[in-house]
């Protein structure tokens, strides 16, 4: 009888966690397009002239594209360990929001690296808030799986199987980052490819599809 | 036994989904209006001034409007089907991150019909956001129904009903993006009064209806 | 039997409902303040400077929380109403949808009256935004009451209370509308009373309370 | 019999309260960072040139981490409460909704203390929003202990907790804010110490730990 109430407890901050998550996602993936703005209608005068001025929105089209994968990625991430926990703590909660706040840096990080696309510089800031997000991810893993918050009929292998899949994907991004000593272009292909095997590529190895 | 707890795993995603989803469409109905902007102060010195710098912001606001109607169209689209499925998968998640991609564009693609309101340009883009709205929610439709992730209780012209909804609501869209030949205000007004037809009208044929 | 896979797709509607309207309302509460904007660091050289800049600030705050105040009352007064329905059905969220347009139009029209707070023309606007709202939430009651998607066992006196609060809170929205003949700051200072009293009185008559 | 029905309904509210608040949590938290501008591309001609322009940026972004950490803290305080209600009524909704007010402010303050890190003003109008937060929080469980919508089986040594913590926490603050009559710096490293040993330090006492 205890048990029943702590537990609705437990499950509504779960609850929360989720809601706040899909709160804190949803406006930074609005937000990122947001920086896109139309050309200023006085320098417009025919049809030709407005789709030359679009065309150099281009770039920062591919860099929001990724960003979206990006946090995309990371939603199916969290969600997947949520789905799998049987209750949330205070100290999870914290994680979580550690985990968010890296999710509010992408609209900046996407628009630095938007402004400057061929900076290393600002690569790098971007690969270091994808390696915050991995690191809280792994960290939200770690805690819960420690503290006994992970269900008790989750699959045996899942430990393996979500620690894994972000040491995977955070080499892939390391090395996405490292391609930028020959041109920061080649580093954004090589992650927008990685991100899009991910969301895509359907019958992968369990590795990268977890 | 074992079925449970995946059931309600399952479930707990598609309740994610729909709250990613709610949460996108709310910021981004809400943003729609963020580029409405009060005239500026110094300028205006009489309340017939501010009327007349007042009057230049209807047609935006007549985007704005069609642009909330698009994305209550798409967003009613979105929850039927997600009502009538029993559980999502991770594509599925994903079709449904493309979904709300487009969504997110929709505030871009409507600023900048509203600043080149007489732009083939700006209304084709416009038109092309429509287009891939329409895509990924049929997109989602087929892999449900292929992956039996439809729940089977469903009524059985649901999958016809679904379908044609889109095939039709699309063919009269690609009809209103072609009367831009003639001119992009009869293009804006056709769409306007399919989208009105949609929202209010209640005893039309059940193929618009559903 | 059949009837329960309906009512469970009906109350995901419903709930749906509600959760884009959290999230929309939630938006837009945020929004008001962003129009607040810090004074410019390089036209202040001293804490009285800065005080001094900040004053102008506090109109405008009041504003924020007369509007603030508004979506309060509004998102209670829908909150009551969807509390009270069994389900959801097309023409009932679409209602809800023109609620939730009139509801981002708030933040635009907020900046226009703390704008222009001595112009009649903004308050009309601002007061025509509030109309809008009550519209739609008598419209809603009417819709739902007429095609039986109340619940069966809602208190008896509701239909009157619901549609009582809204004519009597449109009325004196009306009266502190009217009375920008004399003075536009009057107006505010009316409303701004109503709607305190609407929020903290806690015994006033069951009119007012509902 | 009857109550079953008022118990949904008031659980319903409670819901509804918990969900706004995520959203304007949410969108608080993602906007702290949109004023966070990537330097203007034009006056950027090198590496070591960006780099040089985004130092400046850090004090800004330690402003903001604190904002974050506030955000957090007091979400993670309502949260609480929240768990811990059976129910809401009317006047505990318009408790929170001011509350969420106080919330909403947030992003202003901050963006206030940031611009004028060195202004005693800036922090004690920063300070004087926390001052509100913590008010509001504690009149939240100060009426809902008062009118029983306290569930009954919670913890009965709670009421301590909940109340110590708020008062714990706001005389730390109290302390920090006065210590900016030394330096707002001092205050602002000693407000960003109180909230990560809030957030991180797993093993305080409970009067902190609640």
């Not at 509504?12 to 804190?24: H, P």
């Not at 789709?51 to 990371?74: D, E």
């Not at 799986?145 to 390391?174: C, F, K, T, W």
């Amino acid at each position: 009888m205890p048990t029943t109430p702590y537990n609705r407890i437990a499950g509504g901050s779960l609850e929360r966690v989720a809601a706040l998550s899909d709160g804190v996602f949803a406006v930074a993936m609005t937000l990122l397009v947001l920086d896109l703005h139309a050309p200023a209608a006085a320098a417009v005068h025919s049809e030709g002239e407005l789709r030359q001025k679009l065309l150099p929105l281009l770039p920062q089209l591919v860099a929001y594209l990724m960003s979206f994968l990006t946090l995309g990625i990371f939603w199916v991430g969290q969600q997947t360990q949520l789905n799998h926990f049987a209750r949330a703590d205070r100290n999870l909660a914290w994680v979580h929001l550690g985990f968010l706040f890296a999710v509010t840096l992408l609209p900046f990080s996407t628009s630095l690296l938007a402004e400057f696309i061929e900076y290393r510089t600002a690569l790098l800031l971007y690969w270091l808030n994808i390696v915050l997000l991995g690191l809280m991810l792994a960290g939200s893993w770690l805690y819960a799986s420690r503290h006994g918050l992970v269900m008790e009929d989750a699959p045996p292998d899942l430990n393996r199987l979500v620690l894994g899949r972000i040491v995977v994907a955070q080499s892939l991004y390391a090395i996405g980052a490292a391609l930028c000593l020959y041109s920061t272009y080649l580093s954004i292909a090589f992650i927008v490819v990685i991100q899009l095997h991910y969301a895509i590529a359907p019958r992968t190895s369990r590795w990268l599809r977890y």
